[in-house]
């Protein structure tokens, strides 16, 4: 059973006779393994592929992420401005829009002629026609939440869940409506069998499971649904302690719910058995930047031997890693999860 296999059984909840495993994201990670940055990359989609294909092939990853690290790219798309960094991904020099005119005012039809927008895209279509056969190849996104963070600010959208609701949900349901957007291309053309979505301003450590349930849910709940039409799974993300709403990230209808390494993996398995794919939950700094291969190696273990087998589980660490963390930490985990059997 090969890499890919292992994930898309585990995503139809079958035992599979190796443990799936994968790290999440990974943009940072890639370019600085790589030698580039995410500049030097953002108008150069073949040789943008030409890194993913590599350092999929080399490590053995067995997800392909095209355009990780480039979500913030996509406020850029509608008029942000863009500050790159030597290491890490590029961030949003400041909000766009401060009120509900602002929000109203906004337009999709910008996204398509973005360069770096186009790059991402027609980096999916080189990296899906080389080794989509072999690998999950997915494109990632922010969620509409922490995109609607992104267009207006993080701060005045987490006040705007008390004081400024109508706005938080019209900020929102625009983000939902460009993310649908952006991944549209992708769908229709047959380039991605799955869709990645993070969403880290929606965290168990910033709202609360009411705030959640109103403000973040229905969103992903209406894109899951969509893209379910249309044959294509979707894997979230959402970071921060969510013991406290599992059956809400049930109801997102997502195929694969990556959870954060503060949530209890075991209660999580426990919701999740029988009904969705659970990805986790290797804490991303203090395992996977600071501890050694062996201890990586025996972490992953543990995990393993902690949930037992009865397929839908895919080992993963808890968060995207970090562009600094060792390869050789990487290869342990996904060594240790191929050579150990489930349960």
């Not at 705007?160 to 349901?173: I, L």
């Not at 719910?257 to 794919?277: N, P, T």
């Not at 562009?323 to 150990?340: F, I, K, Q, S, Y």
Request: a neutral charge; aromatic letters at 6%.
């Amino acid at each position: 059973m090969t890499g890919k296999e292992a994930i898309l059984a585990a995503v139809d909840l079958q035992d599979t006779e190796r443990v799936p495993a994968a790290y999440y994201g990974g943009g940072m990670w890639t370019l600085y393994q790589a030698g580039e940055t995410f500049e030097s990359l953002a108008r150069d989609p073949r040789r943008m592929a030409g890194v993913f294909v590599r350092m999929a092939e080399e490590v053995g990853n067995p997800m392909v992420y095209c355009g990780s690290g480039y979500n913030n790219l996509h406020v850029a798309a509608l008029g942000g401005t863009i500050k790159y960094r030597k290491i890490g991904a590029p961030d949003l020099e400041e909000a766009l829009v401060h009120d509900l005119a602002g929000v109203r005012a906004l337009d999709t039809g910008r996204m398509a002629g973005h360069e770096t927008i186009q790059t991402v895209w027609k980096t999916t279509e080189i990296v899906s026609g080389r080794i989509g056969d072999r690998f999950v190849v997915t494109t990632t996104s922010w969620g509409p939440f922490t995109l609607a963070g992104q267009i207006c600010g993080v701060e005045p959208l987490m006040r705007g869940t008390f004081k400024a609701r109508e706005m938080v949900h019209a900020v929102v349901d625009f983000a939902r409506e460009f993310i649908t957007g952006f991944y549209e291309p992708l769908i229709s053309r047959g380039l991605i069998e799955m869709v990645s979505i993070a969403d880290p301003t929606a965290s168990g450590d910033l709202l609360s499971r009411k705030q959640f349930a109103e403000f973040v849910l229905p969103s992903l709940r209406q894109l899951t649904d969509r893209w379910h039409q249309k044959k294509v799974k979707t894997l979230l993300h959402i970071c921060g302690d969510t013991t406290d709403r599992l059956d809400l990230l049930l109801e997102t209808g997502a195929d694969i719910i990556s959870v954060d390494h503060k949530v209890d993996l075991v209660k999580a398995r426990e919701a999740f058995r029988g009904k969705r794919c659970l990805a986790g939950n290797l804490d991303p700094v203090a395992v996977m930047l600071q501890a050694g291969p062996e201890q990586v190696a025996q972490k992953a273990r543990d995990v393993i031997q902690r949930l037992g087998g009865g397929g839908g589980f895919i080992l993963m660490p808890g968060c995207d890693i970090g562009p600094t963390v060792p390869r050789e930490n990487v290869e342990a985990l996904l060594r240790t999860a191929a050579a150990t059997p489930p349960g």
